[in-house]
């Protein structure tokens, strides 16, 4: 599915897409919603559920002008 298609079918829910192409910005261009909810913790809780899957989460509604975000990534490398 498009990212266009996803954001008319999905409007003001957090998303969960399993995508299968990303554009130069690394943005999601088509995917697979894997699952949506206007609970963000839902998703989170979907998320850890999608190990070693290509995924992203998209909320897509109104962003306020005071949310910060703060994003946290840890891997582990085996030698």
Known sequence: MRMEEIRKQYQDEWVLIEYSKLDDDLKVVEG????????????YCELLKMKGK????EYLGE?????????QFNETLSP
């Open 32 to 43: 697979q919603v894997i699952a949506h909810s206007p609970s963000k913790d839902e998703i």
């Open 54 to 57: 290509d995924v992203a989460i």
């Open 63 to 71: 962003v306020p002008e005071d949310l910060a975000v703060m994003l």
